[in-house]
């Protein structure tokens, strides 16, 4: 009687033992199936919604926003300061894909007398010179429609 008892708590040890080391390798694939991308967006919290959609549930974004968005960092130096943002999440989190985001109505091009094709134009043109920088990842730009949160692929 007193070796069956035994062997059951042993065998409760085991099972016990069993499932923690499951949960262990679970949470880990969980952990590492996540990828981190990098998302550049305004600040306009009218496009909250739609960021949320640029990417999927294995997805995680490292969020680098601005008000003006692209033609934030296309004025002066900013680009080489992005550069130097997305070169340290590149090297921290092994980010593959990187999001550029302009807005319809955006506040910032608005103040210099631009609409949405300048946004176009300049989502292009981040997109190459990001390219040149940071050839091993991939880009993809989007126009966000402020009112409706669609957005449109920028080729
Ligand atoms: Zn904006």
């Known amino acids: 009687m007193k070796k069956c008892l035994t062997f059951q708590k042993f065998n409760r040890t085991l099972v016990c033992a069993w499932v ?3 949960l262990i ?8 199936a996540e990828e981190t991308v990098i998302l550049i967006r305004c ?26 968005s692209i033609k934030y960092f296309l004025l002066g130096e900013r680009l080489s300061d992005l550069r130097d943002q997305i070169r340290l999440l590149v090297h921290k989190f092994g980010v593959k894909k990187l999001i550029l985001t302009n807005h319809t109505h955006c506040g910032f091009y608005k103040e210099l007398a631009l609409g949405e094709e300048a946004e176009v ?8 010179k990001l390219l040149e920088s940071f050839p091993e990842v ?11 949160s669609a957005f449109t692929p920028v080729e």
């Not at 390798?25 to 590492?32: F, G, H, N, R, S």
């Not at 991939?138 to 409706?148: A, G, K, Q, S």
């Open 20 to 22: 923690m080391l499951f």
């Open 25 to 32: 390798v679970a949470i880990t694939l969980t952990v590492y």
């Open 43 to 68: 600040a306009d919290p009218r496009i909250n919604d739609a960021c949320t959609k640029l990417f999927n549930n294995e997805e995680r974004p490292a969020v680098i926003s601005n008000t003006g």
């Open 121 to 128: 134009t300049d989502l292009r043109d981040a997109k190459k």
């Open 138 to 148: 991939e880009v993809r730009n989007y126009l966000i429609d402020t009112e409706t």
